[in-house]
T-cell receptor
Framework: NAGVMQNPRHLVRRRGQEARLRCSPM?????VYWYRQLPEEGLKFMVY????????ESGMPKERFSAEFPKEGPSILRIQQVVRGDSAAYFC??????????????FGQGTRLTVV | GQQVMQIPQYQHVQEGEDFTTYCNSS?????IQWYKQRPGGHPVFLIQ?????EVKKQKRLTFQFGEAKKNSSLHITATQTTDVGTYFC?????????????FGTGTLLAVQP
C-alpha cells in the first residue's frame, strides 16, 4: 500500500509563473489536507478537501491560490503568479473516513517550492 | 480559532539527557496528537491521546494528557541522536463539516553525541 504521493518533490518557478502541486492520497483515503511550512516554522493549515468538494478553505490565501480534488486523479494545489514569499514546503496529508478510533494523518514527502 | 502553543521552541541536549516538550491550550481539547518531523523530512504520526490524565509510553517516549485536557507533554528519556527533529503537537478541530488538524509551533530537538 503506497503512502501519500506528492510530486514534484522540488519545483523552481520564476516570479509570475504558475505552480501546480499534486497529491495522491493513500488508497482508501477520501480526505486530503494541504499544509504550508515556511523555513524554520510550523505547519499552517491551508485547505481540507474530499472528492469533488472543498470542505474547509479557511487557511487559503484569498488570491492566487486554489485547490481541487476531482473524482478521478490527484488533488491539485495551484498557485498563480507566484511571488518570492510563496517559497515554502507544501505538504499534503490524507486520512481515512473519520469514525471512532484513530484520526491520524498520513503525510506525503512534500513539494519544496522555490520562487526565483 | 483554537490554537496550541509549544515550549520550548528549541532544545539542545547531550546524548543521554532527558528532554520534555509541552503543549498548552487556552481551551479544552477533545484530543491531542503528536508528530515528529526529521530535518528535511515530513511529519510522522506518533500517538493520539483522548482521555483526561491519559499516559502512554512508546519505548523511551512518554506522552501525557493533562487532567483538564488543556495541556500535553512528550518526555524522552535518555535521548539518542536518532531523536533529532521537530516535535509537534496537533489537535483535531471539529466544527461544522471540518476536522482539520491544527499544529502547535513545534519544538526542535538537537542532540549532541
Amino acid at each position: 500500500n503506497a503512502g501519500v504521493m506528492q510530486n514534484p518533490r522540488h519545483l523552481v518557478r520564476r516570479r509570475g509563473q504558475e505552480a501546480r502541486l499534486r497529491c495522491s492520497p493513500m488508497k482508501g483515503h477520501s480526505h486530503v489536507y494541504w499544509y504550508r511550512q515556511l523555513p524554520e516554522e510550523g505547519l499552517k493549515f491551508m485547505v481540507y478537501l474530499q472528492k469533488e468538494n472543498i470542505i474547509d478553505e479557511s487557511g487559503m490565501p484569498k488570491e492566487r491560490f486554489s485547490a481541487e480534488f476531482p473524482k478521478e486523479g490527484p488533488s491539485i494545489l495551484r498557485i498563480q503568479q507566484v511571488v518570492r514569499g510563496d517559497s515554502a514546503a507544501y505538504f499534503c496529508a490524507s486520512s481515512p473516513p473519520l469514525g471512532q478510533g484513530n484520526t491520524e494523518a498520513f503525510f506525503g514527502q512534500g513539494t519544496r517550492l522555490t520562487v526565483v | 480559532g483554537q490554537q496550541v502553543m509549544q515550549i520550548p521552541q528549541y532544545q539542545h541536549v547531550q546524548e543521554g539527557e532527558d528532554f520534555t516538550t509541552y503543549c498548552n491550550s487556552s481551551t479544552t481539547l477533545s484530543n491531542i496528537q503528536w508528530y515528529k518531523q526529521r530535518p528535511g523530512g515530513h511529519p510522522v504520526f506518533l500517538i493520539q491521546l483522548v482521555k483526561s490524565g491519559e499516559v502512554k509510553k512508546q519505548k523511551r517516549l512518554t506522552f501525557q494528557f493533562g487532567e483538564a485536557k488543556k495541556n500535553s507533554s512528550l518526555h524522552i528519556t535518555a535521548t539518542q541522536t536518532t531523536d533529532v527533529g521537530t516535535y509537534f503537537c496537533a489537535l483535531r478541530a471539529y466544527g461544522g463539516a471540518t476536522n482539520k488538524l491544527i499544529f502547535g509551533t513545534g519544538t526542535l530537538l538537537a542532540v549532541q553525541p
